[in-house]
C-alpha cells in the first residue's frame, strides 16, 4: 500500500512540475514580448 501511495504521489509531483514548466515557460514568453 505504502509502495503505490508514494507511486501516486510521484506521478502527481511529476504534473506538477509540468505545471510549473509551463506557466513559467508562459511568463517567460510573456516577458520577452
Known amino acids: ?3 503505490s501511495l508514494e507511486k501516486e ?4 509531483d511529476e504534473q ?3 505545471m510549473m514548466f509551463l506557466k ?3 511568463w517567460f514568453n510573456l516577458k520577452v514580448r
Open 16 to 18: 506538477l512540475r509540468k
Open 9 to 12: 504521489l510521484t506521478v502527481v
Open 1 to 3: 500500500f505504502k509502495h
Open 24 to 26: 513559467y515557460c508562459n
